[in-house]
Nanobody
Framework: QVQLVASGGGLVQAGGSLRLSCAAS????????MGWFRQAPGKERDFVAG????????YYADSVKGRFTVSRDNAKNTVYLQMNSLKPEDTAVYYC???????????????WGQGTQVTVSS
């Protein structure tokens, strides 16, 4: 089993930046692909970004390309999401997830963190 704890959310003005972190338990962090999803009130949970377990290949939703960067530090069992040039439409609960490989649907991932709220004011 894998336990994920997300942090770093908060309130920020449009155009500002936030850095989300997700810390994983155990010594097998490098065995998992990692991803970020987000869910706004009344909306479905959508893919945001993902990173592979071994080649540092990254994947992004079209809506965040050029603004968000996902990275991982396997020695610290942590994955990050750097969020720049934030827009009000980025407002959502952001969830960290782990799985066998990067997939663009939420049903393709095995473990989930508790989520952290990101609110972008206009």
């Amino acid at each position: 089993q894998v336990q994920l704890v997300a942090s770093g959310g908060g309130l920020v003005q449009a155009g500002g930046s936030l850095r989300l972190s997700c810390a994983a338990s155990g010594r097998t962090f490098s065995s998992y692909a990692m991803g970020w999803f987000r869910q706004a009130p009344g909306k479905e949970r959508d893919f945001v970004a993902g990173i592979s377990r071994s080649r540092d290949s990254t994947y992004y939703a079209d809506s965040v390309k050029g603004r968000f960067t996902v990275s991982r530090d396997n020695a610290k069992n942590t994955v990050y999401l750097q969020m720049n040039s934030l827009k009000p439409e980025d407002t959502a609960v952001y969830y960290c997830t782990a799985g066998a490989g990067v997939l663009l649907v939420s049903t393709g991932w095995n473990y989930w963190g508790q989520g952290t709220q990101v609110t972008v004011s206009s």
